[in-house]
Nanobody, 127 residues
Framework: QAQLEETGGGLVPSGGSLRLSCAVS????????IGWFRQAPAKQRETLSC???????AYTDAVKDRFTISTDGAKKTVYLQMNNLKPENPARYFC?????????????????????WGQGTQVTVST
């Protein structure tokens, strides 16, 4: 059974950094692409970044140059390093896996395309 667990959220000041972790079990990172998403209360879930099995990465315009996605295959963990965080409403950050996606050269798949989801971790950026 596929399981994803996000950790690393918290309260951080504007301009600060956080590193989120997505630990996976029951699936393999060489067969699944991983995406990171953010959802604020009463808003739609939005894609932040994704990494495919060929190592390609993609970012939404709002976070590229500030966020970096990476994988540690030995630890079966995908990270999202977030720098220069901006003050915004509290949001829950999720990771998700999609089967058999070799590349994201053309961008991340849509949110409904992902097969497995974690429960999320809360992030709040204060002013």
């Amino acid at each position: 059974q596929a399981q994803l667990e996000e950790t690393g959220g918290g309260l951080v000041p504007s301009g600060g950094s956080l590193r989120l972790s997505c630990a996976v079990s029951g699936i393999t990172l060489d067969m699944h692409a991983i995406g990171w998403f953010r959802q604020a209360p009463a808003k739609q879930r939005e894609t932040l970044s994704c990494i495919a099995t060929d190592g390609t990465t993609a970012y939404t315009d709002a976070v590229k140059d500030r966020f970096t996605i990476s994988t540690d295959g030995a630890k079966k963990t995908v990270y999202l390093q977030m720098n220069n965080l901006k003050p915004e409403n509290p949001a829950r950050y999720f990771c998700a896996a999609i089967r058999r996606l070799r590349t994201v050269r053309l961008g991340c798949p849509t949110v409904p395309s992902f097969d497995y989801w974690g429960q999320g971790t809360q992030v709040t950026v204060s002013t």
